[in-house]
């Protein structure tokens, strides 16, 4: 019974494809303002990472004990930048944050060779590692938060609705409409709600 009460359910609730173009929600989401503020924070953070990167990006690979790494994380720094710069410039930065997410699972795996072997600065490897999963974790709850906002109504929906006052017609042409209107004689109803008239005895 409750596949077929399913199956009806499925059948009867309207097709996305079906609905006029007005009614489809925008692509783009509507996140909470906490949400919004940690997405342009983590534009800005991107950018300066990305900046500091790029230019100290020999010395971070000696303070790793990985000197050999300096190149690849000059290319990581621009990618921080390009990522910061699409973070504050996008009406949707969700695209954006989960390339950082993405880019930090990358910086992750570029850093854990430097446990291996015999390097002098396993220490400052742990760190980096400490801050790169702190950095993580806060790229993911940015992340699931844009994912899991509501779509922003259609623009044809907010145009709309914005122009809408809730009455049929201007205040103008609806003020005295009512005037000398004359309820009918009779009006039919249930008897508790008829007017009571005494009888006389």
Known sequence: MSEAM???HQSS????????????????????????E??????????????????????????LGMPRSAPVIRAY?????????????????????SARVAGD?????????????????KDNVLIALVVLAGVTAVDVICARGLAEAPLAPSEKVRSDF???SG????????RGAARGFK??????????MRPWKPTNA
């Open 6 to 8: 399913s199956q009806r």
């Open 13 to 36: 609730a309207p097709d996305r494809s079906e609905l006029p173009t007005y009614l489809v929600s925008d692509p783009r989401r509507r996140p909470d303002p906490a949400t919004r």
């Open 105 to 121: 699972a990358l910086d992750i795996a570029t850093v854990l060779p430097g446990l291996e072997g015999h390097n002098p600065h």
């Open 38 to 63: 940690l997405a342009q924070g983590l534009g800005w953070f991107s950018i300066g990472l990305g900046v500091t990167e790029v230019t100290c990006g020999a010395a971070i690979a000696r303070w």
């Open 162 to 164: 914005r122009r809408r």
């Open 183 to 192: 309820p009918p004689p009779d009006i039919i109803g249930p008897e508790a």
């Open 77 to 97: 720094g621009v990618r921080e930048i390009l990522q910061g710069v699409g973070i504050l410039g996008a009406s949707d930065p969700t695209p954006w944050i």
């Open 167 to 174: 009455f049929r017609r201007r205040a103008e042409a609806m």
